[in-house]
């Protein structure tokens, strides 16, 4: 009996060393210690033996069942410490993994272009200025030496909700207000970006509504050198060091002398090619210096008072510095296009 119970013993230690999971330890403890297990069969069988035996064998029984009851308790701790191991590793967050990436928009490019440019005059201390879209005959264009039937207003084909309420053709109304609201009494240095309006018909260079930036110095003795200055760190600033300017003559009702500004072609560097036509230069914007009846209408002693005005389209100036063939990709919106302008 004593080498069965020490063979049952090897049997079941042997049994829950090799068990991987609870399940198969609690079938161990089940078959080996259960009631119907071959210990309780061996205890039950014990009153067949001798005064003598019964409790060396009694002692030996408990000693092999307590023995397989620790064993199968110390796995039970082991497996559970396992199991619990592999749940941590499989919980485990990697911090170090890249995201999920989030699908983020970005600015539409005209923005970019118009937010860049009032970034340049505003470090050379032009301030922004905004005006109202729908604008009076008076501001769009009488404060700015164009009254009714001045045959320059056809310049500027123009959407008329009323006889004197129209869209703004151009921005300079923003300046005969900001000067009408100063009324001459300290100098003014600004810019105004915003939408604009003209009766055209849409096509690859033409847009009935589009941007404009325009600008606007004010002060004593603000000469023609200065206008040029400024063109030029801007024309500099926007395509590069290398480019040179040139102004030539043109007109405007509301500067006097009135001038047109032309960069040189930055894809043949003044040789000649098909994007400047052949001529070396782009032109890019308008200005002159403010004519005397607009500095005097808005308060301005002209006799005391000078300044320079400027005025460009940033459709135009994205278009060239990006190469876009088309004004109409800024308003249809085709992601594909817009997408390829953000900066990541
Ligand atoms: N307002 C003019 C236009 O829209 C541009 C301009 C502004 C020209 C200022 C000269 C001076 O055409």
Redesign the pocket.
């Given at each position: 009996m004593k080498e069965q119970l020490q063979a049952l013993e090897k049997e079941a230690l042997q049994k829950v060393e090799e068990a991987i999971s609870l399940k198969e330890l609690q079938d161990v403890r089940v078959a080996y210690l259960g009631k119907k297990g071959p210990i309780t069969e061996v205890l039950r069988g014990m009153g067949k033996l001798s005064k003598e035996e019964r409790p060396v064998i009694g002692e030996l029984a408990n000693k092999v069942r307590g023995q397989i009851a620790d064993a199968i308790d110390s796995k039970k701790a082991d497996i559970e410490a396992e199991e619990l191991e592999k749940q941590l590793a499989e919980e485990t967050i990697d911090v170090t993994l890249p995201g999920r990436p989030v699908p983020t928009g970005g600015p539409h490019l005209l923005t970019s272009i118009v937010e860049e440019i009032e970034d340049l005059f505003i470090g050379m201390g032009f301030e922004v200025r905004e005006g109202p879209e729908v604008e009076t005959d008076y501001y769009n264009f009488e404060a700015?030496n164009l009254p009714k039937g001045h045959p320059a207003r056809d310049?500027?084909d123009s959407f008329y909700i009323t006889e004197d309420i129209l869209l703004r053709?151009?921005?300079?109304p923003v300046?005969a207000r900001t000067m009408n609201m100063i009324q001459g009494e300290r100098p003014v240095k600004m810019i105004c970006p915003g939408k604009?309006y003209r009766r055209d018909t849409d096509d690859a260079t033409h847009s009935h509504q589009f941007t404009?930036i325009?600008?606007?110095y004010v002060d004593k003795n603000v000469r023609m050198s200065d206008l040029k200055g400024v063109l030029d760190r801007f024309a500099k600033q926007m395509f590069g060091e290398e480019r040179q300017i040139r102004l030539r003559p043109s007109f405007?009702p509301?500067?006097e002398p009135?001038v047109e500004m032309d960069i040189s072609c930055k894809m043949c560097n003044g040789e000649g090619c098909s994007v400047c036509k052949k001529t070396g230069w782009i032109e890019i914007?308008?200005?002159?210096l403010v004519h005397a009846r607009v500095l005097e209408m808005a308060g301005y002693d002209p006799k005391v008072y000078s300044g320079f005005?400027?005025?460009?389209g940033p459709e135009r100036i994205a278009m060239l510095k990006y190469g876009v063939d088309d004004i109409r990709h800024f308003y249809t919106n085709d992601i594909r296009f817009l997408k390829q302008y953000h900066q990541a």
């Open positions: 700015l310049m500027q053709t151009h921005t300079s300046q604009v404009q325009e600008g606007l405007f509301f500067t009135s914007l308008g200005a002159g005005a400027f005025g460009m």
